[in-house]
């Protein structure tokens, strides 16, 4: 958000104050300029009238809120305009701290996200505990014999379906209920949620009832006890186990599924002449390996609608499948999992059954047309999940990602580098995703006063289609973002999406990376052949800088600082020297430049790792790392897959460009990574989880290398290399993420930072792990080495003779004392390099004196001296 100039006058006294100070956040929010003058009247008079036109309403079993519009009239298009409050606002680093600290935040912000549902539960319980005999034998068996007296009256032979339900019942109740005696003509029994534990106990009344169709035990500790196998063999009618079908399934279990059959119409055989009827069945999450041979075309011809999601069926082929479901003549709306047992593609499933008008919930004519091959209008919610021990602070931060939102200040000069998070109010918050959305939001800061200081931020609610009386009011939660900027993978961070789909663009991902490798492990290095740049007169080099370290510390006799940048000879500075920036100056291509052509492929973290991709494949010391601008798909599956597999799933998030570990943050969250898009382009890169420690504290190194020469490949490292250190120790608590102390190591820009010489680190940590450095080192080298090699096999347009450059490197250890790269910087900071002495570890072994460091760089790059440094 970029506001205009202030009113000359200060504070804003009229609706035009209002529009010339705001003009650029009116046009930038999309509000429509019909509305302009009916905001500016509530933000002044600070109307919040929402709670007269709209109603929160509970959904997903409590789980979840919704906004319904329930003012008595229906509201027209862009008729009026809301003002929704802020309930929160933090940077990310301050969340979990406020939360703590702040009185009854965490509180509300639970409430909010429905996070506090079994607290509210257990109050509720608390208040009616007098009335609540539940888990009492009396109390079931008072149940027991309502059921009895009910299906007596259908007459004594009638089928029985008993729901018991979330009713206590532990193995001595279940005996003593002696279900099958009061119901010989048991077909189904739901005993869901009770205390039954003991196997024998179960089967011994399990069996007692052979009629039975379906049975529920789900949520009994039993389950885990190796009961299912005795259930299957035991009950040779069993077409329902715990929801899930059996390989009996047939007429009923499909009868069941249609609403024909269930507990209001419980029968123990289903008539041909029903199943004729039947148009609808939901098959969904019901374990099925093969369908029923019930399930054809002759038995169903009337079936017009199919569900078969969330099932494996993989015992018929997809060719089969699809040869079956052409048969039914009626169908026209299916529902399945894509990728799944039809195959990876919609549109190739519209092709094999053409009479489909609905393809999960998508308009086939648009499928064809959009060319979508992964379609789902029926995604179900990705609800917050909890454990009751987990305090409430945490259980926010767990479920915020679901309904934060974000802007960036700014004024005239800068923006601001670090984005403001927020929650909106109880009504904005309600408000849930749709694709036809009929509400538009934007957040929107007034300024009173007419400066960005005194700014008050809100959220503006309008809404962009009619809307009727009790109607859900929507949003578009990525409005503006379509397929090209992966909308359906974003969609994830607020549904459960189809994860076979990711885990197979995983899969692609991982086979086309095994197949990169246009570098040689055996590659011959050749002998540096750069000579110094130095006149053949004798003269000085002639150096413009804008760097004061350089001003400073350059003091030998060859070289000599100029401030006209048209008679250097080297130009050494901390800008980008692009074309525009050389017709500025008036520079000329002979006149030596601290950067290298393209060299973006190294500095820049997406493109760092595309390169080294491209070069190596999929290295040891280089973690699994994705740009979230165009590989989000492959990214979610990795993070499937490895869920799946229950392996470490912590990963970083790291701006394509910024330094300082600026908007980066380290979250095991999937809803989080994709929601941190937001904020700027970034890689996502999976976590050093376990780093090797020094006392216990996380650390990196700092490594310098000077390049002469790309192609032939000609570097240097310096011989001074240090140690940072983050302040606190090191642990993998999620509350810990929020620590920039804790994760990150550089702390020269927050005051607390303990510098440690070289030597000393090297000494001390060779004696708490007992390795040897000059081990680790070498496999430092070699790594550096390699990164270098990826720019100039897939970047050899990099080459330029006036070019000579120096990067930090900076790397760490995993506990293994395995070198992983983290980053390559442009013109890095050598503030500690020149500040400190030093003893060299390798080569010479010399003191190294810090105010010499500058010198010994430039006599590295431009006069071919290696005092202090070791070629690569």
């Given at each position: 958000?970029?506001?205009?100039?202030?009113?000359?006058?200060?504070?804003?006294r009229?609706?035009?104050?209002?529009?010339?100070v705001?003009?650029?956040?009116?046009?930038?929010?999309?509000?429509?300029?019909?509305?302009?003058?009916?905001?500016?009247?509530?933000?002044?008079?600070?109307?919040?009238?929402?709670?007269?036109?709209?109603?929160?309403?509970?959904?997903?079993?409590?789980?979840?809120?919704?906004?319904?519009?329930?003012?008595?009239e229906?509201?027209?298009?862009?008729?009026?305009?809301?003002?929704?409050d802020?309930?929160?606002?933090?940077?990310?680093?301050d969340?979990?701290?406020?939360?703590?600290?702040?009185?009854?935040?965490?509180?509300?912000?639970?409430?909010?996200?429905?996070?506090?549902?079994?607290?509210?539960?257990?109050?509720?319980?608390?208040?009616?505990?007098?009335g609540?005999?539940?888990?009492?034998?009396?109390?079931?068996?008072?149940?027991?014999?309502?059921?009895?007296?009910?299906?007596?009256?259908?007459?004594?032979?009638?089928?029985?379906?008993?729901?018991?339900?979330?009713?206590?019942?532990?193995?001595?109740?279940?005996?003593?209920?002696?279900?099958?005696?009061?119901?010989?003509?048991?077909?189904?029994?739901?005993?869901?949620?009770?205390?039954?534990?003991?196997?024998?106990?179960?089967?011994?009344?399990?069996?007692?009832?052979p009629?039975?169709?379906?049975?529920?035990?789900?949520?009994?500790?039993?389950?885990?006890?190796?009961?299912?196998?005795?259930?299957?063999d035991?009950?040779?009618?069993?077409?329902?186990y715990?929801?899930?079908?059996?390989?009996?399934?047939?007429?009923?279990?499909?009868?069941?599924?249609?609403?024909?059959?269930?507990?209001?119409?419980?029968?123990?055989?289903?008539?041909?002449?029903?199943?004729?009827?039947?148009?609808?069945?939901?098959?969904?999450?019901?374990?099925?390996?093969?369908?029923?041979?019930?399930?054809?075309?002759?038995?169903l011809?009337?079936?017009?609608?199919?569900?078969?999601?969330?099932?494996?069926?993989?015992?018929?082929?997809?060719?089969?499948?699809?040869?079956?479901?052409?048969?039914?003549?009626?169908?026209?709306?299916?529902?399945?999992?894509?990728?799944?047992?039809?195959?990876?593609?919609?549109?190739?499933?519209?092709?094999?059954?053409?009479?489909?008008?609905?393809?999960?919930?998508?308009?086939?004519?648009?499928?064809?047309?959009?060319?979508?091959?992964?379609?789902?209008?029926?995604?179900?919610?990705?609800?917050?999940?909890?454990?009751?021990?987990?305090?409430?602070?945490?259980?926010?931060?767990?479920?915020?990602?679901?309904?934060?939102?974000?802007?960036?200040?700014?004024?005239?000069?800068?923006?601001?580098?670090?984005?403001?998070?927020?929650?909106?109010?109880?009504l904005?918050?309600?408000?849930?995703?749709?694709?036809?959305?009929?509400?538009?939001?934007?957040?929107?800061?007034?300024?009173?006063?007419?400066?960005?200081?005194?700014?008050?931020?809100?959220?503006?609610?309008?809404?962009?289609?009619?809307?009727?009386?009790?109607?859900?009011?929507?949003?578009?939660?990525?409005?503006?973002?379509?397929?090209?900027?992966?909308?359906?993978a974003r969609?994830?961070?607020?549904?459960?999406?189809?994860?076979?789909?990711?885990?197979?663009?995983?899969?692609?991902?991982?086979?086309?990376?095994?197949?990169?490798?246009?570098?040689?492990?055996?590659?011959?290095?050749?002998?540096?052949?750069?000579?110094?740049?130095?006149?053949?007169?004798?003269r000085?080099?002639?150096?413009?800088?804008?760097?004061?370290?350089?001003?400073?510390?350059?003091?030998?006799?060859?070289?000599?600082?100029?401030?006209?940048?048209?008679?250097?000879?080297?130009?050494?500075?901390?800008?980008?020297?692009?074309?525009?920036?050389?017709?500025?100056?008036?520079?000329?291509?002979?006149?030596?430049?601290?950067?290298?052509?393209?060299?973006?492929?190294?500095?820049?973290?997406?493109?760092?790792a595309?390169?080294?991709?491209?070069?190596w494949?999929?290295?040891?010391?280089?973690?699994?790392?994705?740009?979230?601008?165009?590989?989000?798909?492959?990214?979610?599956?990795?993070?499937?897959?490895?869920?799946?597999?229950?392996?470490?799933?912590?990963?970083?998030?790291?701006?394509?460009?910024?330094?300082?570990?600026?908007?980066?943050?380290?979250?095991?969250?999937?809803?989080?990574?994709?929601?941190?898009?937001?904020?700027?382009?970034?890689?996502?890169?999976?976590?050093?989880?376990?780093?090797?420690?020094?006392?216990?504290r996380?650390?990196d190194?700092?490594?310098?290398?000077?390049?002469?020469?790309?192609?032939?490949?000609?570097?240097?490292?310096s011989?001074?290399?240090?140690?940072?250190?983050?302040?606190?120790?090191?642990?993998?608590?999620?509350?810990?993420?929020?620590?920039y102390?804790?994760?990150?190591?550089?702390?020269?820009?927050?005051?607390?930072?303990?510098?440690?010489?070289?030597?000393?680190?090297?000494?001390?940590?060779?004696?708490?792990?007992?390795?040897?450095?000059?081990?680790?080192?070498?496999?430092?080298?070699?790594?550096?080495r390699?990164?270098?090699?990826?720019?100039?096999?897939?970047?050899?347009?990099m080459?330029?003779?006036?070019?000579?450059?120096?990067?930090?490197?900076?790397?760490?250890?995993?506990?293994?004392?395995?070198?992983k790269?983290?980053?390559?910087?442009?013109?890095?900071?050598?503030?500690?390099?020149?500040?400190?002495?030093?003893?060299?570890?390798?080569?010479?072994?010399?003191?190294?004196?810090?105010t010499?460091?500058?010198?010994?760089?430039?006599?590295?790059?431009?006069?071919?001296?290696?005092?202090?440094?070791?070629?690569?």
């Amino acid at each position: 958000m970029s506001p205009a100039a202030a009113a000359s006058d200060g504070r804003i006294r009229s609706y035009e104050d209002f529009a010339r100070v705001h003009a650029y956040l009116l046009a930038a929010s999309g509000i429509p300029p019909s509305l302009h003058e009916r905001l500016y009247r509530k933000l002044a008079d600070e109307v919040f009238d929402g709670g007269e036109v709209f109603a929160v309403e509970p959904c997903e079993e409590g789980r979840q809120r919704r906004l319904v519009l329930a003012a008595e009239e229906p509201l027209g298009r862009e008729s009026d305009v809301f003002l929704v409050d802020h309930a929160w606002s933090f940077r990310l680093s301050d969340a979990f701290k406020q939360l703590r600290e702040v009185p009854g935040l965490a509180e509300r912000m639970a409430a909010l996200m429905c996070v506090d549902l079994d607290r509210r539960i257990e109050t509720e319980e608390s208040d009616e505990h007098d009335g609540d005999r539940s888990g009492s034998l009396e109390h079931v068996l008072q149940i027991v014999e309502k059921e009895k007296a009910r299906i007596q009256e259908r007459g004594s032979d009638s089928a029985a379906w008993i729901e018991l339900e979330e009713l206590g019942i532990d193995d001595d109740m279940l005996v003593a209920l002696d279900l099958s005696a009061k119901f010989p003509n048991m077909v189904a029994l739901n005993l869901w949620g009770n205390k039954l534990q003991d196997t024998e106990t179960v089967m011994q009344e399990i069996r007692k009832c052979p009629q039975l169709k379906a049975l529920w035990l789900n949520e009994n500790p039993v389950v885990g006890k190796g009961i299912n196998k005795a259930v299957l063999d035991g009950l040779s009618e069993l077409e329902i186990y715990n929801s899930h079908f059996t390989s009996k399934a047939g007429e009923w279990a499909l009868s069941f599924c249609a609403d024909i059959v269930g507990a209001d119409n419980p029968c123990s055989s289903v008539e041909s002449t029903l199943l004729e009827s039947i148009v609808t069945i939901d098959l969904s999450d019901r374990c099925i390996h093969k369908l029923p041979e019930v399930l054809s075309p002759s038995k169903l011809p009337s079936l017009s609608k199919l569900n078969i999601r969330g099932n494996p069926l993989d015992q018929i082929s997809r060719d089969n499948l699809l040869k079956l479901f052409s048969g039914f003549t009626q169908l026209q709306e299916l529902e399945v999992d894509i990728p799944g047992p039809l195959g990876n593609s919609a549109i190739s499933i519209l092709e094999a059954l053409p009479n489909l008008c609905l393809l999960n919930g998508v308009n086939s004519s648009s499928i064809i047309e959009t060319g979508k091959h992964i379609v789902d209008s029926a995604l179900q919610p990705r609800l917050p999940e909890w454990s009751p021990e987990e305090p409430l602070a945490e259980r926010v931060i767990g479920a915020m990602w679901l309904y934060l939102m974000t802007y960036r200040l700014a004024d005239e000069e800068k923006i601001d580098e670090t984005p403001v998070w927020y929650v909106m109010d109880e009504l904005g918050s309600a408000m849930r995703h749709s694709d036809n959305a009929n509400f538009r939001i934007a957040p929107f800061l007034f300024m009173p006063e007419g400066k960005l200081a005194t700014a008050i931020s809100y959220t503006i609610l309008w809404p962009t289609h009619d809307v009727q009386t009790g109607e859900e009011c929507t949003r578009d939660f990525l409005f503006g973002i379509g397929e090209e900027k992966q909308r359906s993978a974003r969609l994830t961070a607020w549904f459960r999406t189809p994860e076979n789909y990711f885990i197979q663009e995983f899969r692609k991902c991982q086979e086309q990376l095994q197949s990169n490798s246009i570098c040689s492990s055996t590659k011959t290095k050749e002998a540096p052949s750069t000579k110094s740049v130095r006149p053949s007169d004798g003269r000085a080099l002639r150096v413009y800088t804008d760097i004061p370290h350089v001003e400073e510390f350059l003091t030998r006799p060859e070289f000599v600082l100029t401030i006209d940048p048209k008679e250097a000879d080297i130009i050494w500075v901390s800008m980008q020297v692009d074309s525009e920036v050389k017709n500025a100056l008036g520079l000329t291509d002979q006149q030596y430049t601290n950067q290298f052509p393209f060299e973006a492929c190294l500095v820049m973290k997406h493109n760092l790792a595309e390169t080294i991709h491209k070069a190596w494949g999929s290295p040891e010391w280089l973690q699994p790392t994705y740009n979230l601008e165009t590989h989000l798909s492959p990214l979610i599956g990795d993070y499937c897959t490895r869920k799946r597999d229950g392996m470490d799933n912590l990963w970083i998030m790291k701006p394509w460009n910024m330094a300082r570990t600026i908007d980066t943050t380290v979250t095991g969250d999937l809803s989080a990574i994709i929601r941190l898009m937001e904020t700027g382009p970034k890689i996502c890169q999976k976590y050093i989880e376990r780093p090797v420690l020094f006392q216990g504290r996380k650390f990196d190194l700092r490594y310098i290398v000077l390049v002469r020469s790309i192609c032939p490949l000609e570097i240097f490292l310096s011989d001074v290399f240090w140690v940072r250190l983050a302040n606190n120790q090191y642990t993998l608590e999620k509350t810990s993420f929020f620590e920039y102390e804790t994760h990150f190591t550089v702390m020269n820009y927050i005051g607390r930072m303990n510098h440690m010489n070289t030597p000393e680190f090297v000494k001390e940590f060779e004696e708490e792990h007992q390795v040897k450095w000059l081990e680790i080192h070498e496999s430092i080298r070699s790594m550096i080495r390699c990164v270098f090699e990826s720019a100039a096999a897939v970047h050899p347009e990099m080459q330029n003779p006036f070019s000579r450059a120096m990067y930090g490197v900076d790397v760490m250890l995993d506990n293994r004392f395995k070198p992983k790269i983290l980053e390559v910087t442009y013109c890095p900071d050598c503030g500690r390099a020149c500040k400190y002495d030093t003893q060299a570890l390798v080569g010479s072994k010399n003191t190294i004196k810090g105010t010499d460091f500058f010198n010994t760089v430039f006599g590295c790059l431009f006069l071919g001296e290696q005092t202090n440094v070791s070629p690569l």
